[in-house]
C-alpha cells in the first residue's frame, strides 16, 4: 500500500507563498493555495487602468538576485530579462543633477568634499557589516547622521527615505538601509563593477501569469478570494482551516505567509506572548 501523501495548505498567495506551493508540489506533496484577493502576487501583483497594466510597486531585478534569477529560469523567463545600466539622479535645491558616477557626485554642488566622502564611507561601511542584526536597535536617522552628518543626511538621504517609507521611515532602524546598500553592493560584486537593473517584459503581470500557469500544471489547487479566518489544530496531526464563505479545509501542514499581525489573529492557541510578538510587528507593505 502506497503512504499517503501529506495535504498542505498555504495561506496567503504572494510570489513566497506562491513559491512554497512549487516547492511542496515538486516533492509531491498535496497542495492547496490559500489567497484572499481575487488573484495570486500580493504586493508584486499588477494595477491595470483600461489597456494600461504596471506593476502595483517598484520592482527591479539585479544581477545579485540569485534566488530570483533561478526561479525565474525555471519558469523560462530568465532569459528574457532585459538588463539596463542604471543611472542615478538627484533633486536638489530646486535642480536635479545627475550623479550616476564618481565624478559626478564630487560635482554635486549641493554638498561639500567632506559630506561628499562622509556619504561614500557610510555606503562602504555599510557594504562591509555582516553582524545586521545589532542595527535593529538603532534609529535609521541615528545611524545615518551619525555617518554620513546632518548635512547629507539632510540633502541625500532623507528625501530618499520618505519616497520609500512615507512617514514611516521614523520608525525604521538602519538594519532598512543596510540591507538595501548591501544588495546594491552585491551587483556591483558581479563583475561588471556597475549596476544593471533588469526587467521581464510585462512586469510582476506577466512573472504571475506564467507562474499561475506552472502551478496548474503541478497540480496545485489554487483558492481566490475566500479569506482565511482560521488556523486551528484539532488533534491527530490534523489542522483545520476555516474559510471566509463558511467552508473548511482539514490539512496535515499549513503555512502562512501573510503578514505577522494577520497571523496572530487567524491562528487560534497562541499564547499570549506569542500573540504579543505578532502584533508588535508593523507591517509597512
Not at 498555504?10 to 484577493?37: C, D, P, S, Y
Amino acid at each position: 500500500m502506497l503512504p499517503k501523501t501529506e495535504k498542505w495548505a498555504i495561506v496567503g498567495g504572494g510570489i513566497l507563498g506562491m513559491t512554497l506551493a512549487h516547492r511542496l508540489a515538486q516533492q509531491g506533496k498535496n497542495v492547496t493555495l490559500f489567497e484572499g484577493a481575487n488573484e495570486l502576487g500580493g504586493l508584486a501583483s499588477a494595477w491595470q487602468l483600461g489597456d494600461i497594466v504596471w506593476d502595483r510597486h517598484y520592482h527591479v531585478t539585479l544581477l545579485s538576485d540569485t534566488r530570483l534569477r533561478s526561479l525565474l529560469a525555471e519558469l523560462g523567463l530568465e532569459r528574457e530579462i532585459e538588463w539596463v545600466e542604471t543611472k542615478t539622479g538627484l533633486f536638489a535645491d530646486g535642480k536635479l543633477y545627475s550623479i550616476s558616477n564618481s565624478i559626478e557626485f564630487l560635482r554635486f554642488f549641493p554638498l561639500g568634499l567632506i559630506d561628499k566622502l562622509r556619504f561614500a564611507f557610510t555606503i562602504i561601511y555599510g557594504s562591509k557589516i555582516t553582524d545586521w542584526k545589532k542595527l535593529e536597535k538603532i534609529p535609521v536617522t541615528d545611524w545615518l547622521k551619525k555617518w554620513s552628518g546632518k548635512r547629507a543626511f539632510e540633502k541625500i538621504w532623507l528625501p530618499l527615505l520618505r519616497a520609500k517609507l512615507g512617514d514611516n521611515y521614523k520608525k525604521a532602524s538602519a538594519a532598512f538601509i543596510w540591507a538595501i546598500i548591501a544588495r546594491l553592493y552585491a551587483a556591483r560584486r558581479t563583475g561588471l563593477k556597475k549596476e544593471m537593473f533588469g526587467y521581464v517584459p510585462g512586469g510582476y503581470a506577466r512573472v504571475l501569469e506564467v507562474f499561475s500557469q506552472r502551478l496548474s500544471e503541478e497540480n496545485v489547487k489554487i483558492n481566490l478570494g475566500n479569506r482565511v479566518t482560521k488556523v486551528e489544530y484539532i488533534g491527530k496531526d490534523k489542522v483545520r482551516i476555516d474559510l471566509q464563505n463558511g467552508e473548511q479545509e482539514i490539512c496535515d501542514r499549513v503555512i502562512l505567509t501573510t503578514a505577522a499581525p494577520i497571523a496572530a489573529q487567524v491562528c487560534s492557541g497562541l499564547s499570549e506572548r506569542e500573540i504579543s510578538q505578532l502584533k508588535g510587528i508593523e507591517y509597512q507593505g
